[in-house]
């Protein structure tokens, strides 16, 4: 079974500006004094199948009303337990540990039921999950860890996005310690820099060839350059990133089916899906998905029921002019050089390639067009001359 493991619509734009809310909680021991406080914010994006080739993503936050039915404060274990339960079953787990003088995060466990039909309504697979990572980096005993910026944690199938954090175990005497900032709160101290070099520009994209195979052999065929364009605002400057897919690092996997064909590009930052369909007797570009990952963040978008890249069922597409396809507000694919066929490969080669509308040649049929234009003009013209010169002869005849 394969799996388009890059979360594609990954998401991270609507993690950060979904409706969240803060939840806020204090575990105590059996004394009713606290061990543990935190206040925080989380979303999640979470992969899940539909089917035993599609996967979808769904993205919810965890909310203010939680409860933690299952924290303690180590009493037995030893080892203080954040659990923190909401929705149809769902759980977020933090485990701590310390030394002498530091105490950190253990172990993160994100478990979530793909039985609640409100977050995954079309589960293939249905029941429990857990995905497992680290957050908290080690803090000074006696102090309260606060960071406000965003952390990003990774791990199979999940993207959490957590924000807005105070947070912090082994609480003496009911009173939180001092504030620790987390380095990305930190205020950036502006350090004299010569002027930065004109940026060279990015070189035009080199042309990529891709396979898609099944049982029967070659079954999707492409051809094409890819450049990313992503517009982003830097330090309240509006910027233009531009990503080229190397074809030497770039992976392709896909299916192939009577109507519908998939091609999956892959490289070190950029993931990008093209879904294709049959309608009649053509074969079209009907989806595209795009994730970019790079130094500026994580960006995706999509774009679907669309007519892109359209040929006859066992011909190919070809077109030589760059093309455009926006799949949000501000990210596009540059397309050169595309030359496509998902459906009716045969011994493993390209069909007759039919040519894009950009790339077809007007020139002679408007030259053509024009010299009858003109043709006509002195046709008509040489008509009412020579019909008023007559005329003419005629007056003069009568007198």
Partial sequence: MERYVSLFALSL??????????????????????????????????????NSTFSKNSTFSAPSNVTINGSHCGEN?????????????????????????????????????????????????QGLKSSL???????????????????????????????????????????LGQEITCDADKPVVPTPTPPAPTPKPVDKPSVGNYVVSDDTGKCLLASLALQVNASLTIEGKNVSVLYNLNPNTTSSTGTCGNDTATLRLNDTKVAIEFDFAIKKNNFYLQEVN??????FGALSGAIQNQSFWEASVGSSYLCHKEQVISVSGNLHINM???????????NGTYATAEDCFVDQDFTVPIVVGAA????????TVAYFIGRKRRQSAGYEHFS
């Fill in 290 to 295: 795009l994730t970019l990952e790079n130094e």
């Fill in 13 to 50: 734009l609507s993690l950060g500006f979904m409706q969240s809310k803060t939840f806020d909680i204090e575990v105590k021991d059996s004394s009713n004094h606290t061990c543990i406080h935190a206040s925080l914010m989380v979303n999640f994006t979470v992969q899940y199948e539909v």
């Fill in 336 to 346: 050169f050089d595309v030359r496509v066929q998902p459906f009716g490969v045969h």
């Fill in 372 to 379: 009858l234009g003109a043709l006509i003009i002195i046709v």
């Fill in 133 to 175: 990572t680290k957050f908290l980096d080690p803090v000074l005993l006696n102090r309260t860890y606060k960071c406000m910026h965003n952390e990003i944690l990774r791990s199979e199938n999940v993207i959490q996005l957590i924000w807005n954090v105070t947070l912090q175990a082994y609480v003496q005497n009911d009173t």
């Fill in 77 to 125: 274990s030893g080892s203080p337990l954040l659990l923190v339960n909401f929705g149809n079953g769902h759980s977020w787990s933090l485990n701590f540990t310390k030394n002498s003088t530091m105490y950190s995060g253990d172990i993160l466990n994100f478990t979530y039921n793909t039985n609640d039909s409100t977050f995954f309504p079309d589960a293939l697979k």
